[in-house]
Every structure is written in C-alpha cells, then in structure tokens.
C-alpha cells in the first residue's frame, strides 16, 4: 500500500472470513519488515472483496501494538475460525522478535470483530521466556479440536529449546474462555517434538484448515449459508474435526 523497500509485503496472507456476512471474503497480507514507527515493526493490511470486485486499497491496517523495531509483526497470519458467543471471526498475527519479560521471546495478537476488526488486539505472550525461542513465527487456525463448533488455534516457536537447542514447540489455544477474546491466557496443550534433534525446529509450519466453501470458520449447526456444507453436521455424520500439521525446517530468517 505503501513503498518500504524491503517491508516483505506478502510474505504471509490468511483468509479471515466474511466480516460482516456480506457475502463477500475478507483477507489480509502482512508485511513484517514493514517501517512504521520502527524499523522493519512489521504491518498486516486487511482487503475485503465487493460486489464489484477487489480494490487494491486496504480497509484496515493492523500496526504493531509496540512498535517494537525488527519484531517482524505479521510474519506468520492466522483465521480463528468463528468462536464465542458472538460467533465473531478473528486474525492471529504472530511477532515472533516481539519483547517481552525482559528478552526477545516472541508474541502473537489476536483481532477480533463481527462486521469488522476491533483495532485494538489481545496479546497472547509466550508461555514463558525463552530468549528468540520464535513465539509467532507460525500459526494454524480455523480449527476445531473440540468439536464445539467454536475455532482453536496453533502458535509455533520453532527456536524453543527444551533441553535440546531450537528443538521447537507448538501450543494449542481453545476458544470458550478466558482473555475477553474467548482464548485462555495460557495454552491449552503444548505440543512436544516428539524427537527433537538440535535445530530441528519443531512447528516451523502449521497449516489452516478450512471445511467451508465460502469461509475460513468452522460452521455452526444451523448456519443457514453453509446448508449441508462440508463443515456442518449431517445426519449420521459427525462434525468434522480439523487435522493441522507441524514439521521442521530450515529458518524463515525471523
């Protein structure tokens, strides 16, 4: 939207969802080495499709909370999937340099809204200090591993060490209670590298799941837009539950 040599814009994108039940996607694009404020803070601009097509102008830009230099806000994006009460979609952005209880831990944001996102995030910190452990660098959502029909995410920190240098965790966040986001303050589950090996980095890459054709939640019984879509219940059939992935890799650079 605006020239940043080397802002990395469109280095992440995630499909949110349909803010606003217009019929139409909204979506967003980060740019993590982004200068706004700080140096390479890192942006996450929202685009939402019309009737007449896309335009090339945001509807939204997300800056980073902090305006931490080098946080790298927006290199990992994520879609809740919708969850609480409200039935509300959210964006995960994850920082994985962002600073926190003294040292560069990482963190991710979580967007939130019906017709559109409240600007003003939920901070999900590291579950604990680990200096460059990569906190955000990955996120997988529109998930539902309860079958509850409310969206769970996954944030990687493939740096993490655990007795093994950068073997990598990942960490399961379910919707339905707490942080007046609908997510708890601290994970649900952690998930382990189950054979971690140095730099291995356990949860470099999650992955989205997606069971509707038209948007990045998982539907609710009843959703009148997905009638008998690939994400409702059906008789004798049970809601899906989605399946998410998390391997090693070399380093993003973050």
Do not use: H
Not at 201 to 215: D, E, I, T
Not at 217 to 225: H, N, S, T
Request: glycine fraction near 18%; hydrophobic fraction near 40%; charged fraction near 10%.
């Amino acid at each position: 939207p605006g020239p940043c040599n080397g802002g990395s814009f469109g280095s992440s994108a995630a499909l949110i969802g349909d803010l606003g039940d217009d019929g139409y996607p909204d979506f967003a694009i980060g740019a993590p080495a982004y200068d706004a404020g700080a140096a390479a803070e890192g942006n996450v601009f929202v685009y939402a499709a019309t009737a007449s097509g896309l335009s090339g102008v945001p509807t939204m830009t997300l800056d980073n909370p902090a305006n931490t230099a080098f946080a790298y806000f927006g290199a990992a994006l994520a879609p809740t999937g919708r969850f609480g009460a409200f039935g509300q979609l959210g964006l995960i952005v994850g920082a994985p340099r962002q600073a926190g209880e003294g040292v560069v831990e990482g963190a991710a944001f979580l967007y939130a809204g019906v017709a559109a996102l409240v600007p003003t995030p939920v901070t999900i910190a590291a579950p604990d200090a680990d200096p460059l452990g990569g906190f955000g660098a990955s996120a997988g959502g529109g998930l539902d591993f309860t079958g509850d029909w409310s969206g769970d995410v996954v944030i990687g920190a493939p740096n993490r060490d655990d007795g093994v240098a950068a073997e990598g965790k990942a960490f399961v966040y379910q919707s339905g209670s707490g942080m007046g986001g609908g997510f708890p303050a601290s994970p649900s589950r952690t998930l382990d590298n189950p054979m971690p090996y140095p730099g291995d980095q356990f949860g470099f890459s999650l992955a989205n799941a997606c069971y509707l054709p038209s948007s990045a939640c998982p539907a609710r019984p009843g959703d009148a837009r997905t009638p008998g879509g690939p994400g409702a219940a059906s008789p004798g059939r049970a809601a899906p539950r989605a399946a998410w992935a998390a391997a090693g890799g070399a380093s993003a650079g973050w």
